[in-house]
């Protein structure tokens, strides 16, 4: 696994702008599916590519054991999960790094739309490289100043 490069990083500030243009207009009172269709809607809008619900598949040692769904995984390079909840809980953060450690990607979006200011709701997480194979996780809260 690698650590976010610039061009990851500029993807995700642009995904972040997208989420924070839909909480602006929207607010955060609807389901999660309703984020998911406006936030397709304006990445489409800012010409970024993404696929939603991509399905991913669990191997367990070799062997198929399920399949887990991403909201949305743009440009092939950063998994962006969202949330319509009171408050992010460790099991999403841990279902993100589940997601990054099966792909073998370095960053991905956990976006909880159901908060007063959007910025409160969004945290950067990193799967990296450099601390063993514990794949250790950073996270980091709101967006980029």
Known sequence: ???????????ANAVIGAAIEVHRILGPGYLECVYEEALAVELSLCKIPFERQKPIGVDYKGHP????RLDLLVAAN????????????????????????TLSLPLGLLINFKVP????????VVLSSHLGDLGVLAVQ???PT
Do not use: C, F, N, T
């Open 1 to 11: 696994m690698r650590e976010p490069d610039r061009e990851i990083d500029d993807l």
């Open 65 to 68: 054991v399920g399949e887990g």
């Open 78 to 101: 950063l998994v962006v999960e969202l949330k319509a909840v009171d408050a992010l809980a460790p099991i999403h953060i841990a279902q993100v790094m589940s997601y990054l450690k």
């Open 117 to 124: 200011l959007l910025k409160q709701g969004i945290k950067r």
């Open 141 to 143: 809260s709101g967006a």
